[in-house]
């Protein structure tokens, strides 16, 4: 899998937008984008992934350069509970290859009133 | 509920003793992980499995044994061997959709202290 590189911590007000960006130069054509998220001695929850289109689900939005060396994980309203460390990864997602994930060491957020 | 289970959530044990830590899943997921946690750190793969009666090393393998006889069942065993065995252990599964595989789903952990 691609290494990400991510900072390893940053501070978001309360109801504004968090933006958490992932630099993965080295990303594969077939690799896709993960983000997780963990919260304090909780296992890790699937947040988002992408290829090379933008996403959005109920938790997040996930914008992909176009050249697709960097990624960004958009939290829209942060909230309280969305103090957490994130992840992102890339994996393929095609064969026995995509069930091995390799975790970095993530960007602790936390989110202030 | 679908899920995966680690138990227990809090386990002690003496040095020198082997202890094996528990992971089931009712997904009908095909592969399963396991990660070791330090404090402040990401997780580190320790081992994994694709397929019953088949697991391969994940990067810190040493000192760490499993087995993988059933779909739902993926037991990790700290031996003696490995020096600093006191983490935070992980568990996961995923599976395929079509040629496609999954996200992953962990288990909450448990936090090992060796004594």
């Known amino acids: 899998d691609a290494k990400t590189t991510q900072p390893p911590s940053m501070d978001c007000a309360e109801g504004r937008a968090a933006n958490l960006p992932c630099n993965h130069s080295?990303?594969?054509?077939?690799?896709?984008v993960y983000w997780y998220r963990q919260i304090h001695s909780q296992g890790p929850q699937y947040i988002i992934h992408?290829?090379?289109n933008n996403e959005t689900n109920e938790m997040a939005s996930l914008i992909i350069t176009e050249d697709r060396k960097s990624s960004t994980l958009i939290l829209p309203h942060a909230t309280l509970r969305d103090t957490a460390v994130y992840y992102c990864?890339?994996?393929?997602?095609?064969?026995?290859?995509?069930?091995?994930?390799?975790f970095g060491g993530g960007t602790r957020v936390l989110v202030k009133p | 509920d679908g899920g995966i289970t680690q138990s227990p959530k809090y386990l002690f044990r003496k040095e020198g003793q082997n202890v094996t830590l528990s992971c089931e899943q009712n997904?009908?997921?095909?592969?399963m992980y396991w990660y070791r946690q330090d404090p402040g750190q990401g997780l580190r793969l320790i081992y994994y499995?694709?397929?019953?009666?088949?697991?391969q090393k994940g990067d810190i393998a040493e000192g760490y044994s499993v087995s993988r006889e059933k779909k739902e069942s993926f037991p990790l065993t700290v031996t003696s061997a490995q020096k600093n065995p006191t983490a935070f252990y992980l568990c996961?599964?995923?599976?395929?959709?079509?040629?496609?595989?999954?996200?992953?789903?962990f288990g909450q952990g448990t936090r090992l202290t060796v004594v």
């Open positions: 996961a599964s995923s599976t395929r959709t079509g040629a496609r595989n999954t996200e992953a789903f």
């Open positions: 080295t990303i594969s054509g077939n690799e896709y």
């Open positions: 992408g290829l090379k």
């Open positions: 990864i890339v994996r393929v997602r095609e064969g026995a290859a995509g069930n091995k994930l390799t």
């Open positions: 997904l009908n997921h095909d592969a």
């Open positions: 499995s694709q397929i019953v009666n088949d697991f």
